[in-house]
């Protein structure tokens, strides 16, 4: 990795378009490190490209959705840098038991013709219920984390058309539960967490620590070229096992590649280590 006398980005603007309060997550961070100045912009609806509410769909992958945003907010800042931030929701990838969180910050760079990803994951405040009564929906609210977490009510079902957000005080969440109860054919008032990053401090963590790699990774500089991105693309397995010395499919080594002129090198890690048997499939089949 190349190392410089100055940030990387000393001077330069870099668009961020949000509607969602996402700038004020990972401005200072970013700035400090990169001497880049963060031009933030909501002169673009975003949740025309999908919303978490289900009401509009997001077309394409999160990656897509972030690279678009990226693009429009260049677009209105005349930057030719730009940042976008993209989160999504479902089961956790182990056992698929737990509601989780993942966010990506996609960095784009016209002029160096590159892009640069940030990724964070982990659990998520994620929880949703059909509730008829009131001390349904106060049971429910303490298990959400309301109201430093917000909620979004919608009469029956969660395809309703007619959704209410960022309810965030007990007072409000009373009366649009009446207002929403008295709509409902089946009596019945789907009640979810509030997934905004504004709405979410849980998701607020995730997209900071994603703002952290993007951060490591734009900092790593291609020893041939010096382009930021410089990163990790694989492991190659083989730790030797430390009871039977058969090679495991844990790393010895990790392959780092440059995207724009190609370099790659390989660095060995794990030097002097043994895997634990456990982890051998001729110990532990």
Known sequence: MAILNQ???QGRQVAF???HGKQNLV????EE???????HTDGY???QLGTFTRDVARPGSQLAAARRKANIGMELTGAHVGIASEGAFGPDPFAGLIHWNTEILLWVDQAKGIEVT??????????HSEVKTLNALKHFAIQAQFPSHHLVLRPDRPEHPDLHKNISDEQNLFNVFHTVKEKSATGRVFVENDLRAFCNPTRQ???REANQDLIQKLLSLCPQCTTPGYWKTRQIPGLLCRSCRAETRLP??????CQTCQFEEQIEINRGEFADPAKCEFCNP
């Open 7 to 9: 940030p990387i980005y």
């Open 17 to 19: 378009l949000t509607q």
């Open 27 to 30: 401005r200072t961070p970013l």
């Open 33 to 39: 490190a990169l001497g880049c100045q963060l031009v």
């Open 45 to 47: 609806d975003t949740d």
């Open 118 to 127: 940030g990724f964070a994951q982990g659990p998520a405040q994620s929880m």
């Open 205 to 207: 963590t995730v997209i």
């Open 252 to 257: 010895v080594a990790e392959v780092w590649r």
